[in-house]
T-cell receptor, first 114, second 116 residues
């Protein structure tokens, strides 16, 4: 069975500083890993996904994540935070075998101060 | 390209009443999902359809929840009777391909249900 642990419920940064949102996963088979962002009163939007190609995945809005199998991690980073990045971020895992069943983490709320 | 559409956006009902949510997936998407997102938690899959057949409904409380996807396009999710603990955002998502592990799911804006 798959599971995801998001290590921080809240992360606060200043505008222009780097962002790091941490995620560890557990999966019985080769995992697909995703990061979704949820702005208030809006639907979930895919930031990026890993499906066993390159281990460094680049997404939208300057975000990227690195798949590290030895550490079972898939941390999300961005070099410079923008005010518009303030939102809830979900790390998600799915086994690549069989039908897709997304298992979401509990979310990390990113706060960006001027 | 139009996204996943859901209605209504908000619904307030009293416990023991019934409620229904509607979802229209992205055109051409074969797989449709319903999720429940309780405040402060990540979404949890309730049911997955492949065209108009059910693939996974293992986490659907079947004594009160039901869902259908007629003609493999639109879908409705119903709760009857509602309980206080059903207060949540109900999200619909769709994906183009077979629902395989590498697919990308596209989410609608959700319906926020409050049960009083």
């Amino acid at each position: 069975a798959q599971s995801v642990t998001q290590l921080d419920s809240h992360v606060s940064v200043s505008e222009g500083t780097p962002v790091l949102l941490r995620c560890n996963y557990s999966s019985s088979y080769s995992p697909s890993l995703f990061w979704y962002v949820q702005h208030p009163n809006k639907g979930l939007q895919l930031l990026l996904k890993y499906t066993s190609a390159a281990t460094l995945v680049k997404g939208i809005n300057g975000f990227e994540a690195e798949f590290k199998k030895s550490e079972t991690s898939f941390h999300l980073t961005k070099p410079s935070a923008h005010m518009s990045d303030a939102a809830e971020y979900f790390c998600v895992v799915s086994d690549q075998k069989g039908f897709q069943k997304l298992v979401f983490g509990t979310g990390t709320r990113l706060l960006v101060s001027p | 390209e139009a996204g996943v559409a859901q209605s209504p956006r908000y619904k307030i009902i009293e416990k023991r009443q019934s409620v229904a949510f509607w979802c229209n997936p992205i055109s051409g998407h074969a797989t449709l999902y319903w999720y429940q997102q309780i405040l402060g938690q990540g979404p949890k899959l309730l049911i997955q359809f492949q065209n108009n057949g059910v693939v996974d409904d293992s986490q659907l409380p079947k004594d009160r929840f039901s869902a259908e996807r007629l003609k493999g396009v639109d879908s409705t999710l119903k709760i009857q009777p509602a309980k206080l603990e059903d207060s949540a955002v109900y999200l619909c998502a769709s994906s183009f391909a077979s629902g395989a592990g590498t697919d990308t799911q596209y989410f609608g804006p959700g319906t926020r249900l409050t049960v009083l």
